[in-house]
């Protein structure tokens, strides 16, 4: 360990402690909650000199962490937003997020499709592309996520997954839900670029279907995890929705935060929202009570690394954790050296 590691690992340490609460153990509590860790991040690689390689030697670091993670999450942005979305740039990212030795899960980023009608992009129509992004992440390649146990929201309502390309389905594929060890998770497909809320009426009508679905998924995993007396929620999206802004500067999240909003506090206990695309690491606590001046304790936020900093994130999480412990311990993963 480099004497910048060790610094680094004490900032960690420090904040981990400062930012995340505490809460009691529930006397229901389930009896295989026991503490496990998995892997997050995003935005990466883009497109700089040597990233791919460095993304790679990330993907052997978390191959070789003792103990293994229970699973690794990337929150999307797979791609810079001025480089080709085509098949073969998807295809290469793929075969890398298959190299990974535990379950995979993948939600896409804005990069992938929203913003590919873009001239360096290759001029495509992000509606295409999108169908395209699920046909060879989730439909083709749903080994990705091995043996873990996922639920598809596609399949939630009796739907074939294989049904749901198009982009004005009801329910989409990519967003999946799953439990671990008494902590509930879920993916929610939001991205940047506004969440696709503009341009013209096709991107519009992609984009309120979408919501929809996201808003019932979001609902539904709340509803399980007080139904199943989960300990804690966990989140991962790959848009910044600007919890801080004013509410006229967020269109297309608005409707999301809302619902964020009523489902944590109703919930009480931890909820841990992880997302990208601000390729700025934070972790903070995002969310305010409505009505008051004081932060919500119970939200905590991990926004991962990215774009020139290609480094992952462990999150140690401890469902059993009483009134001296933190559910969540947050630690860097940095690549092998190439």
């Not at 509590?29 to 026991?34: A, G």
């Not at 962490?65 to 979305?85: A, N, Y």
């Not at 929201?153 to 294989?162: A, E, F, I, K």
Request: hydrophobic share 35%.
């Amino acid at each position: 360990m480099t004497h910048h590691t060790r610094r680094v690992a004490i900032l960690w340490t420090i904040v981990c402690l400062y930012l995340t609460p505490v809460y009691a153990k529930s006397p229901e509590h389930l009896p295989d909650s026991k503490p496990f860790t998995f892997v997050a991040m995003g935005d990466m690689p883009y497109d700089e000199p040597g990233q791919l390689e460095q993304f790679e030697g990330l993907l052997t670091a978390i191959n070789q962490l003792e103990p293994s993670p229970t699973f690794v999450v990337h929150v999307g942005d797979t791609k810079s937003g001025t480089s080709r979305c085509s098949n073969k740039t998807y295809n290469n990212i793929l075969k890398r997020f298959q190299t990974v030795k535990t379950p995979f899960i993948y939600t896409p980023g804005d990069n992938e499709w929203t913003d590919c009608h873009r001239i360096p992009c290759g001029w495509f129509h992000p509606v295409e592309r999108l169908r395209k992004i699920r046909q060879m992440y989730f439909i083709d390649h749903s080994g990705l996520e091995k043996t873990l146990p996922v639920a598809h929201q596609c399949l939630s309502d009796g739907t074939s997954c294989s049904d749901t390309l198009e982009p004005t389905v009801k329910s989409p594929v990519e967003n999946a839900r799953w439990d671990t060890n008494g902590v509930m998770f879920a993916t929610i497909h939001i991205v940047g670029s506004r969440n696709n809320n503009h341009r013209n009426r096709q991107m519009r009508l992609e984009f309120e279907r979408r919501n929809i679905a996201n808003l019932n998924w979001l609902a539904e995993t709340f509803r399980l995890a007080q139904k199943s007396d989960s300990q804690a929620v966990v989140i991962f999206f790959h848009a910044n929705p600007a919890l801080e802004w004013a509410v006229s500067d967020r269109a297309g999240y608005n409707d999301f935060i809302d619902a964020l909003h009523a489902h944590a506090a109703d919930f009480q206990k931890p909820v841990l929202l992880v997302h990208g695309d601000s390729h700025q690491h934070r972790i903070d606590h995002p969310l305010t009570d409505k009505g008051l001046d004081r932060v919500m304790p119970n939200v905590t936020r991990l926004i991962v690394y990215g774009d020139t900093t290609i480094r992952g994130v462990q999150v140690q999480v401890i469902p059993d954790a009483d009134k001296n412990e933190r559910m969540f311990l947050f630690h860097p993963v940095d690549p092998t050296a190439p």
